[in-house]
């Protein structure tokens, strides 16, 4: 089985502009996690997708929002970056109810 | 505040030798904790998980102690191995989240040969 894939693996955007970052998660796995990881907070939840629907949110902004698709693919978006959305931005991918979650490779987003 | 803690940012094991990697907790509500090890450039792999009604779980070299009295967990390592050298993170999550793992800032273990 193919595991979760993220792309892309590397962005470089300005101060002020938006990103979106995508997910495509393990084959029969419907519900996709995204999760940012910074080396003072370490990794923190974002938020969850099940269904087309958001089932869990972390505590962020209203600028990161996320979604998902019938085939389960997920998308976040961040708009009006900061310097501080600086990340490693990743995404999970699980059975519905179970707690393992699988984790892809990771978008790094660098904010200048 | 930090609901998973890993006290400890780094440990280092010679190889052959048994690396304990600790995790302290504050939710009560928490039932069922995860190790992932995580190598630079790479998303966390999943390793080993427990669920709060047991107190051991092993699965080959790894095993998992809980203590919920405690409110502590370990990863026990044995032997341990050159290639185990990663960070390390706990994990927890409450029943009805799955979906939202909490996790520690991890530990970075190096194991020398």
């Known amino acids: 089985k193919a595991g979760v894939t993220q792309t892309p693996r590397y962005l470089i955007k300005t101060r002020g502009q938006q990103v979106t970052l995508s997910c495509s998660p393990i084959s029969g796995h419907r519900s996709v996690s995204w999760y940012q990881q910074t080396p003072g907070q370490g990794l923190q939840f974002l938020f969850e997708y099940f269904s087309e629907t958001q089932r869990n949110k972390g505590n962020f902004p209203g600028r990161f929002s996320g979604r998902q698709f019938s085939n389960s693919r997920s998308e976040m978006n961040v708009s009006t970056l900061e310097l501080g959305d600086s990340a490693l931005y990743l995404c999970?991918?699980?059975?519905?109810?179970?707690?393992?979650?699988?984790f892809g490779p990771g978008t790094r987003l660098t904010v200048t | 505040d930090q609901q998973v803690k890993q006290n400890s940012p780094s440990l280092s094991v010679q190889e052959g030798r048994i690396s304990i990697l600790n995790c302290d907790y504050t939710?009560?509500?928490?039932?069922?904790f995860l190790w992932y090890k995580k190598y630079p450039a790479e998303g966390p792999t999943f390793l080993i998980s427990?669920?709060?009604?047991?107190d051991k779980n092993e699965d080959g070299r790894f095993t998992v102690f809980l203590n919920k009295s405690a409110k502590h967990l370990s990863l026990h390592i044995v032997p341990s191995q050159p290639g185990d050298s990663a960070v390390y993170f706990c994990?927890?999550?409450?029943?009805?989240?799955?979906?939202?793992?909490?996790f520690g800032k991890g530990t970075k273990l190096s194991v020398k040969p």
């Open positions: 427990i669920s709060s009604i047991k």
């Open positions: 999970a991918s699980s059975q519905l109810g179970e707690y393992e979650q699988y």
């Open positions: 939710n009560s509500m928490f039932d069922y």
């Open positions: 994990a927890a999550a409450t029943g009805g989240s799955q979906g939202n793992l909490i």
